[in-house]
């Protein structure tokens, strides 16, 4: 669909569907699609800097049940550093949390701990923690309050960022088919417009307005 709207450059902006779907979209769907189109994800960029954010070269990564399932981040971190050891953490709950609004609510305390918690159990000498989903930013404040000072708690949002803009550089092809000072745009594939703008708006700290397109 996006491709159809003349989107040149998507990228997939979950670590879960990046785990599990973009190297069938980069290696197969692209090629009937459209060779041209081009498919990013956010878990190549992240390994490929978080190792510098370690001392101790421990590293927890905190994600959903199928990112952890997937291993995607233990062998992408151990492609560019392979003398960091990687811990991960399933976080199922704190999903639900943040698409609740439940996340900035005392309620939320709890299941953040745990997880702390059960991360921080399997060493003493984590560093480092990814918040390898999109949604837990939200939670970033609770989580560091349970953590020890010396202990960095790392989102992508930035480094997915300057991860594009180091391969826009590399790619100069397609960084000419794209727009300037382009406008913001939201679509959802739930019937449930006024559902998805309520949950976009607390990404965004900003109304967010979407329109529903079909998947076929």
Same mark, same amino acid.
């Given at each position: 669909? $996006? ?12 670590? =879960? ?14 090629? *009937? ?18 190792? *510098? ?8 990564? !905190?994600? =959903? ?50 997880? $702390? ?10 560093? =480092? $923690? !990814? !918040? ?31 991860? $594009? ?12 088919? !794209? ?38």
């Amino acid at each position: 669909m $996006l491709f159809k709207m003349g989107c040149p450059l998507v990228i997939l902006a979950c670590n =879960t569907a990046s785990a599990k779907a973009l190297r069938t979209i980069q290696q197969k769907d692209l090629l *009937n699609e459209d060779p041209t189109k081009r498919v990013l994800g956010v878990i190549r960029p992240t390994a490929e800097v978080i190792g *510098n954010y370690t001392q101790t070269k421990q590293i927890g990564v !905190l994600g =959903t049940k199928g990112t952890v399932q997937s291993e995607s981040y233990l062998i992408e971190i151990n492609h560019f550093f392979t003398d960091v050891k990687v811990y991960q953490q399933a976080c199922p709950l704190w999903v639900p949390l943040v698409e609740n609004g439940e996340h900035d609510q005392p309620g939320a305390d709890y299941f953040v701990k745990k997880y $702390l918690d059960q991360v921080l159990a399997k060493s003493e000498e984590i560093d =480092t $923690l !990814l !918040l390898a989903c999109t949604h837990y930013p939200l939670l970033q404040g609770k989580i560091a309050s349970y953590l020890p000072k010396h202990i960095k708690v790392v989102p992508q949002g930035d480094i997915v960022a300057a991860s $594009l803009k180091d391969y826009l550089q590399r790619h100069p092809e397609m960084e000419q088919k !794209l727009t300037r000072k382009g406008t913001q745009q939201f679509f959802t594939t739930s019937d449930d417009t006024a559902d998805f703008d309520h949950h976009a708006s607390m990404f965004f700290s900003e109304p967010v307005k979407s329109e529903y397109i079909p998947l076929k």
